[in-house]
């Protein structure tokens, strides 16, 4: 097969004294997320969906919030990791697609930053990268801004062929 898709998400929970990291990007905002790494959930989607394309399990089997050494972890270094596995077996990454779910803040205005973040750490063009904002209509913890979720999805190409 010359192609394979994943999917990921991830969400972390909305605190005080915490940077918010979303893409890479770090917004403005009066809470950030709560994690083990820099909590960045649009990242952690992304790294999951290019895991799952290629069955090879989710980030937590390799970078474990137990392990004391990804405590505070920037998550595109995390990402780069991630993405030398899947390069080394031999695919590329055709296209991703995701959503981030929040209330607060407007993500709008960083959305174009966070893909030029991205595209540059994973060496990809901007219009292989698309990020979506969405609000939850106040329903569940994004909706209740408790938290901030995103999702992903990872069109990858066998290079081989």
């Not at 898709?5 to 990291?21: E, K």
């Not at 890479?24 to 997320?33: A, D, E, F």
């Not at 990804?70 to 055709?94: C, F, H, M, P, R």
């Not at 407007?106 to 991205?118: E, Y």
Request: net charge negative.
């Amino acid at each position: 097969m010359n192609i394979r898709i994943g999917n990921g998400y991830d969400i972390h929970q909305l605190v005080a004294d915490r940077p918010l990291i979303l893409g890479g990007v770090t917004i403005p905002h009066t809470l950030g997320l709560l994690g083990h790494s820099d909590a960045d959930v649009l990242t952690h989607a992304i790294m999951d969906a290019l895991l799952g394309a290629l069955a090879m399990g989710d980030i937590g089997h390799y970078f474990p919030p137990s392990d004391p050494k990804w405590k505070g972890a920037d998550s595109l270094l995390l990402l780069k990791q991630v993405l030398s596995l899947i390069e080394s077996q031999g695919w590329n990454i055709g296209n991703i697609d995701s959503t981030i779910v929040a209330e607060q803040p407007k993500l709008k205005p960083h959305l174009k930053s966070m893909r030029s973040t991205l595209a540059q750490t994973m060496a990809i063009e901007m219009d292989q990268i698309s990020i979506k904002a969405t609000t939850n209509e106040k329903l569940g913890p994004p909706g209740r801004e408790e938290g901030i979720c995103a999702y992903a999805v990872v069109l990858l190409v066998n290079n081989k062929n």
